[in-house]
């Protein structure tokens, strides 16, 4: 598994299908351990007005056999800029596609959303239950307070 953008220019996929994931070996194999991406100025486009739509993701998850490489990822994210979904399809869908290509022991993916018609919208989904014996922190992102 040699990954394609680790060290290369590469600009950003036309939308997340386009987009590939890279994948290497995991250098623990057999640890059970949490690796955890945020990416807080996620950015989509609602798929009604066309006006973007900023969110703070979280993704956990425990690694089976390779983790996902971080430039793919970050790739991969940035190719919802101009994708119109909405934030249940973009949240649940990130995770779906990275459970199902990577193929990790758990993983969970939260998207805590800036309001949208004055209602911030969190979404969450998870594969299944954490490992027992694993270490599971807060996601640490409060709850939309605005001003207040």
């Known amino acids: 598994m040699t990954p394609k953008f680790l060290g290369q220019t590469a600009a950003l996929p036309d939308s997340p ?11 623990r194999p057999g640890r059970t351990y949490l690796v955890r991406f945020a990416a807080p100025e996620f950015t989509s486009l609602c798929p009604v007005t066309g006006q973007p739509d900023f969110a703070h993701l979280v993704i956990d998850y425990v690694p089976r056999d390779t983790i996902v490489e971080s430039k793919s990822l970050k790739l991969f994210l940035g190719s919802f800029r101009n994708h119109a979904a909405f934030h249940e399809d973009c949240t649940v869908g990130i995770g779906e596609r990275l459970f199902e290509e990577m193929k990790p022991v758990w993983l ?13 919208i ?25 001003r207040g």
């Open 17 to 27: 299908e386009a987009a590939v994931l890279d994948y290497v070996p995991n250098p």
């Open 108 to 120: 969970r993916i939260g998207g805590y959303w800036y309001p949208r018609g004055g209602i911030p």
């Open 122 to 146: 969190d979404v969450f989904w998870q594969s299944g239950a954490p490992p027992a014996d694993l270490w599971l922190p807060d996601q640490g992102v409060a709850s939309y307070r605005g």
